[in-house]
């Protein structure tokens, strides 16, 4: 993720050249509102943005780029020096495609009021229908000497004409991920106009006191920054600040999460008895290491209240993780409850489900196992039985979590991170 934009003060914005009318009646730029509706944009374009991820102006102001440009500070023809980068304004006084070489070479005579430069493209034959003559064209690349002249070899370029103002903001800035029907450069042109708006777009999350204290830089300048860099330092800051959001936003949604958890959800207590523990426990043909009783009284002791319990089982492979979770799946379907147990890979869950058929031979605990592979009737027939409540324990992959696979009680849920 990056960010960056500087705002010209003296800047006019006719809110009527970034936005077109919209059927809504609506007036302004906001947030929630569809991208179709912004300059240059429209119905068919709108369709392509939404291919992108991208529906609405906010969606469009995170659209960050890929990469940047830095183009050289713009100067004069008579300022250039060999084999340094420059970016210079200038007019086509002449064309020359020259096929005959080898490589081809487009090649463009280019002046201003200092002086004319020889700019040429090796393979550019593409450019004839680009490049015309009277045109003012913006190239920025690295200047050589060529037979004794001043040369600009295969640089970028834009062409000019009396619409476009400080040119350099179209030049340099993002490089946008793009598709083949909306290109980088299209999508900066809709994105600039948005950016004199920032103020009305871009809420600041922070008071002054908690932006000193980490460094960062306001919301509304990120979000310029990254999108129109004036240099590599404000792009790193504007980078900083929009991490530190995320990182920010992602933090508050687990608290929320965890309060909601904590003090509004609810959940069916297991009680363990001393039959129940037993019971268990001669399903294990060995004894339980220190350990292994160690996270089995925590965990009881969280399944015994009435709020969900969140917890991590941690330890190497071997440790006996899988024993510690089958105590914990009985001890729920002792409370007439369902345990799902769920694996990153079929192959872990199919190791899952064959070391727990070795401790449940023989047993009354009705379990199945789930794949992506499982189909057809027999697929209809087992999710049937657990939404019944007539299996006990699940044991499968994501596909756990498709709809159409539903719990009568569901009261335990291990998850197996790898």
């Not at 040429?120 to 015309?132: A, C, E, H, K, S």
């Not at 040369?151 to 350099?168: A, G």
């Not at 959940?267 to 996270?295: G, H, K, M, Y």
């Not at 925590?298 to 969900?308: A, G, H, K, L, N």
Request: glycine letters at 6%.
């Amino acid at each position: 993720m990056d960010t960056a934009r500087t705002v010209e003060s003296d800047a006019v914005v006719n809110m009527q050249d970034v936005i077109e009318k919209q059927p809504s009646g609506r007036e302004g730029i906001t947030p929630s509102m569809p991208v179709q509706y912004l300059k240059g944009v429209g119905p068919a374009r709108a369709a392509v943005f939404e291919k992108l991820g991208v529906r609405t102006v906010a969606d469009l102001l995170e659209y960050f780029p890929r990469d940047w440009v830095f183009a050289p500070e713009r100067i004069k023809i008579a300022e250039l020096k060999p084999e340094e980068p420059a970016t210079i304004l200038a007019l086509v006084e002449s064309i020359d495609y020259q096929e005959y070489r080898r490589p081809p070479i487009f090649e463009v005579i280019a002046a201003d009021d200092t002086g004319i430069c020889r700019i040429v493209w090796f393979n550019g034959g593409y450019l004839r229908n680009q490049i015309r003559l009277g045109k003012l064209i913006l190239a920025s690349g690295k200047t050589g000497i060529y037979k004794h002249q001043l040369q600009m070899t295969n640089p970028k370029f834009m062409m000019l004409d009396e619409t476009h103002t400080d040119p350099e903001r179209h030049f340099s800035g993002g490089v946008y991920p793009a598709s083949g029907r909306l290109s980088s450069r299209q999508i900066k042109q809709i994105v600039l106009p948005v950016l004199e708006h920032l103020d009305d777009l871009v809420e600041e999350f922070y008071d002054e006191a908690v932006l000193k204290e980490n460094r960062l830089i306001g919301r509304r300048e990120a979000f310029a920054w990254v999108h129109m860099p004036p240099d590599e330092q404000k792009l790193d800051q504007a980078k900083r600040r929009l991490k530190y959001d995320e990182l920010f936003l992602m933090q508050l949604g687990l608290a929320m999460r965890r309060h909601h958890t904590q003090h509004d959800a609810s959940a069916t207590p297991c009680v363990l008895t001393e039959e129940i523990d037993s019971r268990i426990r001669r399903r294990f043909p060995f004894l339980l290491t220190e350990d292994q009783n160690a996270s089995i009284s925590e965990i009881v002791q969280d399944m015994s209240r009435t709020t969900p319990m969140n917890r991590l089982l941690q330890g190497d492979v071997g440790s006996g993780k899988t024993v510690v979770a089958l105590y914990a799946a009985l001890l729920a379907i002792a409370n007439k409850t369902q345990a799902a147990i769920m694996a990153p890979t079929e192959i872990l869950a199919s190791q899952h489900f064959l070391s727990m058929e070795r401790y449940l031979r023989n047993s009354q605990v009705r379990r199945v196992l789930i794949t992506g592979g499982l189909t057809g009737r027999k697929r209809e027939e087992l999710l049937t039985q657990i939404r019944q409540g007539d299996i006990d324990i699940v044991v499968g992959t994501v596909a756990l979590l498709q709809k159409d696979i539903e719990f009568r009680r569901l009261g335990l849920v291990v998850i197996d991170e790898q």
